[in-house]
């Protein structure tokens, strides 16, 4: 009796990310370490509320993940992860702030977060995650 192996689930496509993130700086440096690191393609980003929003609404680039900062040049990340979840139903979203208190954590996953990490100690655990979503 012969058993066959069932081969390793992987993506074979790299994750689309959309990256909402104000500082020119943070912005760059983290889209060259999910590009060197992991299958990232950074299909867009934005540095206030509005610009995010209408890249989320045209619905021209779907996304698998989007990585939100919730202080902005102008307006919220907070909104912008409250109309994600309409706008780009399929991606991720995941949060990634200096302000990742419990209060702020339970915040945003009401406002349907699906995970929430703090820039500063814990970029690993971001990398981890998106990881896990190019093995699902």
């Known amino acids: 009796m012969t058993s066959t192996a069932h081969p390793a689930s992987f993506r074979l496509l790299p994750i689309r990310c959309f990256l909402v993130e104000d500082s020119p700086?943070?912005?760059?440096?983290?889209?060259?370490?999910?590009?060197?690191?992991?299958d990232i393609e950074v299909v867009g980003h934005a540095g206030d509320e509005q610009s995010a929003l209408s890249w989320l609404q045209t619905g021209e680039d779907l996304c698998d993940l989007i990585i939100i900062d919730i202080f902005l040049k102008s307006g919220t990340g907070l909104e912008v992860l409250r109309h994600a979840g309409l706008l780009q139903p399929g991606a991720k979203r995941v949060v990634l702030t200096n302000f990742a208190t419990p209060d702020m954590r339970q915040r945003c996953r009401h406002l349907g977060a699906d995970a929430v990490f703090d820039k500063s100690?814990?970029?690993e655990e971001l990398i981890a995650y998106c990881e896990a979503m190019l093995m699902a």
């Open 121 to 123: 100690a814990e970029l």
């Open 25 to 38: 700086v943070i912005r760059e440096n983290l889209i060259a370490t999910l590009q060197e690191m992991l």
